[in-house]
């Protein structure tokens, strides 16, 4: 009888472990990819919505295009995982029969329990999202004066939240409106636990693009329109964006498999298999182990990396063959503020290990035309060029 394969997730993880085994199965096994979007969101370029939404089409690739004829999609949303009778329950009671299941559901935004937040601030995880954050920018902007601006705040000031201020202050630039931005994060610098050169670099095109940058005090509670930071902050908004963590999704906390008892996050081996034999993890879903009790960072670098690895040992998995360990290895970071872009450790400028200007920002183009080439085509990855 022919193997079940079951895919969950269309992210970095989700897509590249698709492409990776299609290519090494070679119709040994039937696969049946799950998702509750019909398309693959390349979302470390998804800030670039907020200020134009038409670049929707440049970084929502269709499933189709990423899928062989073989495998079979189902747009759906698993909600659990049942280990002993081998079978995924989608959402609208779909049941699906597999031998061997690819957990790469992602993650969700984690709120840490503060008052208001998940319900009054946009994340940035969708499509939808980034579209949700334009719209209601947009709104705000047009009801805004030079006398009374439109203030916008977003929380976290990782990768996300530095991108998304980044945007907004190029939105509000390129459109002559009154509009000012807020970055705040409760530890002590922005992008947190990164090298001094690279916060420094961050910081100081972030102030050059007119965001004020609040460090040091943690958001405590919100409501429909402040924003309490520590304990006599209080910062009135018209659009709250909150980046600020990640946790594991319904699926995966149902999962009978080990797992983070707090981000309900599956462990996972060096090899992507779980503590049962027929449930593999990557991506977000996951906390991959590495070499010297690490664990692979949730990033789509390492995903992206992971994905190709995880995709062939559920080949080998179904031969019966042993399987590969994976190390991930860190290329670097680049990260976009509006249209300007900073670059940390990527070995590409000798004895430089921060820089920007043009160097970074076209480096920045080719990651993102590099992953879609690879997951989708050239022709979409020239298209997308000039948008990224």
């Known amino acids: 009888m022919t193997e079940q394969v079951v895919v969950l997730g269309s992210g970095y993880g989700g897509a590249g472990a698709v492409k990776s085994l299609q290519s090494a199965l070679d119709g040994e096994a039937e696969v049946t990819w799950v998702s509750d979007v019909d398309h693959h969101l390349v979302l ?33 949303r698993a909600v659990d995982v049942e280990v002993d009778e081998r079978t995924v329950h989608l959402e609208d009671g779909t049941t699906l029969d597999y031998d061997y299941v690819l957990v790469a559901i992602g993650s969700r935004t984690a709120f ?48 996300s939240g530095i991108q998304t201020a980044g945007e907004v202050a190029e939105y509000r630039d390129e459109h002559g409106v009154p509009v000012d931005v807020h970055l705040v994060e409760g530890l002590d610098e922005v992008f947190p636990g990164n090298d001094p050169s690279v916060q420094n670099a961050l910081r100081r095109r972030l102030e050059a693009r007119d965001v004020e940058i609040m460090t040091g005090e943690f958001i405590g509670e919100v409501d429909e329109d402040t924003v309490y ?83 062939k040992n559920i080949a080998r998995a179904i031969r019966g063959q042993p399987l590969a360990k994976w190390t991930h290895k860190d290329k670097g970071t680049v990260i976009s503020v509006g249209e300007s872009a900073v670059a940390h450790d990527v070995f590409i400028v000798p004895f430089v290990d921060t820089f920007g200007g043009f160097p970074a920002k076209f480096l920045k183009k080719a990651i993102a035309a590099r992953w879609i080439r690879d997951v989708s085509s050239t022709g979409r990855a020239l298209s997308a060029w000039s948008d990224m």
């Open 44 to 76: 470390h370029e998804s800030h670039r919505c907020i200020r134009d939404p038409s670049i929707k089409e440049k970084v929502a690739i269709p499933i189709e295009e990423i899928k062989s004829p073989a495998t079979e999609f189902i747009q759906g």
């Open 112 to 159: 840490f329990g503060i008052e208001g937040l998940k319900e009054y601030a946009h994340t940035l995880k969708c499509l939808d999202d980034a579209l949700g954050i334009h719209e209601d920018l947009e709104r705000a902007a047009e009801e805004a004066t030079p006398e009374d601006p439109a203030q916008v705040v977003v929380g976290g000031a990782g990768l």
């Open 229 to 311: 930071i520590g304990e006599d902050t209080e910062l009135p908004y018209d659009v709250l964006v909150w980046t600020g963590g990640i946790t594991g999704r319904e699926a995966a906390e149902n999962c009978e498999v080990d797992q983070d008892e707090r981000s309900h996050r599956l462990h996972a081996r060096q090899d992507f298999q779980t503590d049962n034999e027929r449930v593999f993890a990557l991506g977000d879903a996951a906390l991959v182990d590495q070499p010297g009790d690490e664990e692979a960072p949730p990033t789509a670098q390492a995903a992206w990396q992971a994905a190709e690895v995880a995709g």
